[in-house]
């Protein structure tokens, strides 16, 4: 498990998201400024559909998650590609008007402002809940939205009163 899920096996989405950061800060970006919404319309539709795809396959298995190597080793870096893209779409439609006033009014803000500390306890409240209904195929969307209320629950609180407390820009 460690060496599939933790730093090693998690090498690929960690270079996906600093090529993004690379792309942003060489200015390979700005050479699609000129049509940026376009170019942020195209992206975030692919980052979408992978994401989506993604899910569709997860939800369709009928064994445990680990019993399939094929998605053990390539779901990860496919969800990795999809956010890359959607990011790389995002730093391209933060320069027009939209996406700042969606950002500010749809809570999207928020979720980024918690976004480290649900990435911290993404894993544990899902192993928590594992146990609580037991492992094996999809749990249900039920399942889910508890492990998604949970873990924004959990980051809310770890943002606000450990985050916020140490470093109370943020």
Partial sequence: ????AQLPGALDEFALGMAVALARDRGW????????????????????????????HLTR???DYWMHWNTVL?????LGLGFALLIAAF?????G??????VRWSGLGWLGAVSYSAYLYHVP????????????SFPGWTWIAAVVFITFAVSYA??????????PNL
Avoid at 30 to 54: E, H, K, M, Q
Avoid at 74 to 78: E, M, S, Y
Avoid at 97 to 102: A, D, E, N, T, Y
């Fill in 61 to 63: 298995l009928q064994t």
């Fill in 29 to 56: 970006l700005d050479r699609l400024l000129p049509r940026a919404s376009l170019w942020g319309a195209i992206l975030a539709v692919l980052g979408t559909l992978i994401f989506l795809a993604c899910i569709r």
């Fill in 91 to 95: 730093l391209l439609l933060a320069r």
């Fill in 1 to 4: 498990f460690f060496w599939s």
């Fill in 158 to 167: 770890s943002h606000r009163w450990v985050e916020q407390r140490w470093h």
């Fill in 97 to 102: 008007p939209v996406l700042p006033w969606l």
């Fill in 74 to 78: 390539f779901i990860r870096t496919l």
């Fill in 125 to 136: 409240v899902i192993l928590l809940m594992h146990r609580a209904v037991g492992a094996g």
